[in-house]
């Protein structure tokens, strides 16, 4: 079964990591929705997430879901190429990782910009979105 990555489909620095993901997942581990999107909505839904609040994205895996800084590490584990040893931040306590994560975040839009509307896949990626 295939690890969901949800993701603010509108934010530019969202919509370049789903694209490294994509670039580095050799084993093809992970298919993507946004957060926005009724397939992103459900899986909000199934896990008590708040609806409205896209200042991070969640992992899903199975049963279990991470957000933050603990899913974008557990997706760095799972990559191929050098990304993969940025999972050693695990080892950093998480207060101090979502902090820095959370800043990045809040400020992803005035850094980075955004969309007026959500990532559309290539016919190449089709295969990877679930919406």
């Given amino acids: ?27 093809n581990y992970y298919v993507f929705a946004s957060l926005e999107s009724e397939v992103g909505q ?3 839904k199934k ?12 992992l899903i895996d199975e ?8 899913a974008a590490l557990m997706v760095a584990k799972d ?5 993969k040893y ?3 931040f695990i080892y950093i306590p998480r207060f101090l990782r979502d902090s820095v994560y959370r800043l990045i975040a809040k400020n992803r839009y005035k850094l980075f ?9 290539t016919q ?8």
């Fill in 47 to 58: 896990f008590n997430l708040p609806l409205e609040d896209f200042d991070t994205f969640v």
């Fill in 79 to 83: 990559l191929s190429g050098w990304v």
């Fill in 124 to 131: 190449r990626e089709k295969n990877k979105f679930l919406n």
């Fill in 42 to 44: 459900k899986y909000l």
């Fill in 1 to 27: 079964m295939s690890k969901v990555i949800l993701f603010d489909g509108i934010c530019n620095l969202c919509n370049g990591a789903v694209s490294f993901v994509i670039e580095h997942d050799s084993n």
């Fill in 113 to 121: 910009g955004k969309k007026d509307i959500c990532r559309m896949p």
């Fill in 63 to 70: 049963d279990k879901f991470y957000i933050a800084s603990t």
């Fill in 86 to 88: 940025v999972y050693l």
